[in-house]
């Protein structure tokens, strides 16, 4: 094989593997705020480049699809492996957050940089205040504050806002596109078979430059799949990083360290 033709098809994988880099890190920002799994972090890597690039001409999604199934990872919830039934769902209402659209931020020169903590924590007290409201709470799997707890949820702490930032994404047509991006969690205490822990839920939401919200995409906290697999991991495989207390579990205090084998 001649020279030229190895340096031709080695700057082609580059450009592919270059490609492909770019849309793994752009589903980070359509990932749920926690307990991730495989399966959702495809329908995150499809709904991220699907925003971006819609024609799929170069096969990208179809490719990452056919490999998932190959290796039987399916989202759950999905019933088909088809670009729509993975891509994420728009919400089930019309959600605008007037406080967040981007005529209303104010920026350090360009939307990426808010121009102090004072305003980002404006946007954060914003977000928090919209999707912890009683009408708007079910929309991101959140409990709002005074309203009934779920079955088999004992406490739940109020919602807190992790995160709050605005996104720029290049598409390969030359549009630039923004969107902000806030991580919202919550911590509920669950009793189990006799136990008591905590489990974590939220919803990671995506607004557009109008204050539309364009996703919710959440974890339950009421959904028993996710107590009983955590339960039969902290009674299990994973017993070393808990510690049981009475009824309740936690975290051991010393947990990265066993994580990390040091003595």
Not at 219 to 224: F, M, T, Y
Request: hydrophobic share 40%; glycine share 8%.
């Amino acid at each position: 094989m001649s020279d030229p033709l190895i340096k031709a098809i080695a700057q082609e994988a580059g450009d592919v593997a270059n490609q492909f880099l770019n849309i793994c890190i752009r589903a980070i920002d359509y990932c749920p705020p926690a307990d991730l799994e495989l399966g959702e972090y495809l329908r995150a890597l499809i709904t991220a480049d699907g925003d971006i690039e819609r024609t799929d001409k170069w096969g990208f999604r179809e490719a990452v699809m056919r490999s998932f199934r190959r290796r039987c990872i399916f989202p759950d919830h999905v019933h088909f492996m088809t670009e729509d039934a993975v891509r994420w769902a728009p919400p089930g209402a019309a959600l605008n957050i007037p406080a967040l659209a981007f005529r209303n931020l104010r920026f350090e020169g360009e939307p990426g940089q808010p121009a102090s903590a004072e305003e980002l924590a404006r946007q954060a007290d914003a977000l928090g205040a919209f999707v912890t409201r009683p009408e708007h709470a079910r929309h991101f799997q959140l409990i709002s504050a005074g309203s009934r707890l779920p079955k088999g949820i004992v406490q739940a702490s109020p919602a807190i806002v992790q995160s709050v930032r605005v996104t720029r994404r290049a598409a390969p047509d030359g549009r630039v596109l923004f969107d902000l991006v806030g991580e919202v969690t919550q911590s509920c205490t669950v009793e189990r078979s006799g136990s008591l822990f905590e489990v974590q839920g939220g919803s990671t939401v995506i607004v557009d430059p109008e204050g539309n919200v364009r996703y919710s995409i959440f974890k339950r906290l009421e959904s028993d799949g996710r107590r009983a697999r955590q339960h039969a991991a902290m009674t299990g495989p994973l017993r070393a990083f808990w510690q049981k207390k009475g009824r309740r579990w936690s975290l051991r205090p010393d947990m990265m360290r066993r994580l990390h084998g040091a003595r």
